[in-house]
T-cell receptor
Framework: GAGVSQSPSNKVTEKGKDVELRCDPI?????LYWYRQRLGQGLEFLIY????????KSGLPSDRFSAERTGESVSTLTIQRTQQEDSAVYLC????????????FGSGTRLTVV | GQSLEQPSEVTAVEGAIVQINCTYQ??????LSWYQQHDGGAPTFLSY????GLEETGRFSSFLSRSDSYGYLLLQELQMKDSASYFC????????????FGTGTRLTVIP
């Protein structure tokens, strides 16, 4: 597609439930990132995928968080047993390959845990 | 570890020039990037500096001084639509592959 697409755009869930967030990167972009942004805060790195290499999971805050990506296509971020502290906007970004700039972000999924 | 410092808020008048500063501390340096984010929107890439000096893109310019661990984003001929948050970002040291973002500067442009 023309841009990075994320779904759903908004998600309200009850504490303790699992949620799955989806990201469709730009076609041909080998690198894909997930970030979390709490209200009024900066972007917090969660996980990075590059092609078929093992993902960099160093930013995942707990074992309740996991993510998958099949090849160079769609990625899903799963949060198990959600907590109120998980409420944030989850942003996905992709870029063509190695490099320090030019990330294209999606509009994010706003997650609210009640 | 990484740290980035930016002013939290800046207010400027339409048509004026504004400079948003960013100082950084990193264990390795691979360039400074700037992103713009409107409320409720996606961050969008503005500019990137790997070497010292000024990079100009239309009304926006970005400057880097590696010896001072300092950079800034310069916005000229401010427009109301420039009201947004602006983030500087550095790449994590070699071996990691993500951008580390500052907490952002909220720019408000007033008439």
């Amino acid at each position: 597609g023309a841009g990075v697409s994320q779904s759903p755009s908004n998600k309200v869930t009850e504490k303790g439930k699992d949620v799955e967030l989806r990201c469709d990167p730009i076609s041909g972009h080998t690198a894909l990132y997930w970030y979390r942004q709490r209200l009024g805060q900066g972007l917090e790195f969660l996980i990075y995928f590059q092609g078929n290499s093992a993902p960099d999971k160093s930013g995942l805050p707990s074992d309740r968080f996991s993510a998958e990506r099949t090849g160079e296509s769609v990625s899903t971020l799963t949060i198990q047993r959600t907590q109120q502290e998980d409420s944030a906007v989850y942003l996905c970004a992709s870029r063509p390959g190695q490099g320090d700039y030019g990330y294209t972000f999606g509009s994010g999924t706003r997650l609210t845990v009640v | 570890g990484q740290s980035l410092e930016q002013p939290s808020e800046v207010t400027a008048v339409e048509g004026a020039i504004v400079q948003i500063n960013c100082t950084y501390q990193t264990s390795g340096f691979y360039g400074l990037s700037w992103y713009q984010q409107h409320d409720g929107g996606a961050p969008t890439f503005l500019s990137y500096n790997a070497l010292d000096g000024l990079e100009e893109t239309g009304r926006f310019s970005s400057f880097l001084s590696r010896s001072d661990s300092y950079g800034y984003l310069l916005l000229q001929e401010l427009q109301m639509k420039d009201s947004a948050s602006y983030f500087c970002a550095v790449r994590e040291p070699r071996g990691a592959n993500n951008l580390f973002f500052g907490t952002g500067t909220r720019l408000t442009v007033i008439p």
